[in-house]
């Protein structure tokens, strides 16, 4: 019996119009219903994923920015910082690479230092509370997440020069054009372990969906997991299934949808 669905948002949930399925609030309603727990884990900021579920922020776990920061009813579950001198290292050897603009996620606005017309195109639909620096070193606020929004392609243009790193932090690509650092025991499957041993939900109680690099863990703590169709390989392999259809056709509300009729079958039979 499915306790608790967790679903990451781009590639995932939202299509590539970064919108929801039609039938997702409906189907939000019959998860309560059902006493199905939901969760939205993405390397979107906290505030973003607050403005896009607002109906229904009062009973869904949100574990944003890559599940460095859970949160439930406003209440922080889990907070965890990247440390200073390692924001510092990522950005400045960040600068050199081509079409390559760091961005530091704090709590409750990002920060950029260059007002790039494309990447602000980019990093606009995922940070609408941002500002503009003279210098991002300066920062002295506390950083969740650096993202790197890598105009070429982030696995083959930026993360090599990063895999250095992966033994003292998470380093993750997260999509075409982004590359994202936290701290080493943060990412989506630390956040959904937190919120089973919150609700009491084990392993075989869980469904999760994702379609990128930083979704890795999560496959790995929930028996239910699922990789989308248009998923990067590296999801796909360590996924226990596969979606039928991608994000543009629905594929994470038509497996959902599947678990209620199933749930309601049981309860009937």
Not at 97 to 114: N, S, T
Request: aromatic share 10%; net charge negative; glycine share 6%.
């Amino acid at each position: 019996m499915i306790r608790l669905i967790v679903t990451d948002l781009d590639g995932s949930l939202l299509n590539d119009k970064k919108e929801l399925p039609k039938e997702f609030w409906e189907l939000e309603k019959q998860l309560v219903q059902q006493n199905i727990v939901l969760g939205i884990a993405s390397g979107r900021p906290y505030h973003n994923l607050l403005a896009l579920f607002e109906p229904i922020k009062a009973h869904t776990y949100f574990l944003s920015d890559n599940g460095s920061y859970v949160t439930y009813q406003g209440s922080e579950l889990l907070v965890e910082m990247l440390d200073p001198a390692a924001v510092s290292t990522f950005v400045q050897k960040a600068r050199p690479l081509d079409r390559v603009y760091p961005v530091l996620c704090g709590k409750d606005r990002a920060f950029m230092e260059d007002n790039d017309e494309t990447l602000l195109k980019q990093a606009l639909q995922y940070y609408q509370r941002y500002e503009i620096v003279p210098d991002l070193t300066k920062i002295t606020e506390p950083i969740l997440k650096v993202s790197l929004c890598d105009l070429i392609n982030a696995e083959t243009n930026s993360y090599p020069h990063f895999k250095q790193f992966e033994t003292r932090y998470k380093v993750a690509v997260a999509g075409e054009r982004w590359l994202d650092f936290t701290a080493l025991n943060a990412n989506k499957g630390t956040g959904v372990k937190l919120v089973q041993e919150r609700l009491g939900i084990g392993y075989d109680q869980t469904m999760v969906f994702g379609d990128y690099m930083n979704d890795l863990e999560m496959m790995e703590v929930a028996k239910y997991s699922y990789a989308m169709k248009n998923a990067h390989p590296g999801i796909i392999a360590a996924a226990a299934y596969v979606t039928t259809y991608d994000n543009n056709n629905e594929g994470v509300t038509r497996v959902i949808n599947s678990v209620l009729q199933t749930a309601w079958q049981e309860e009937h039979s």
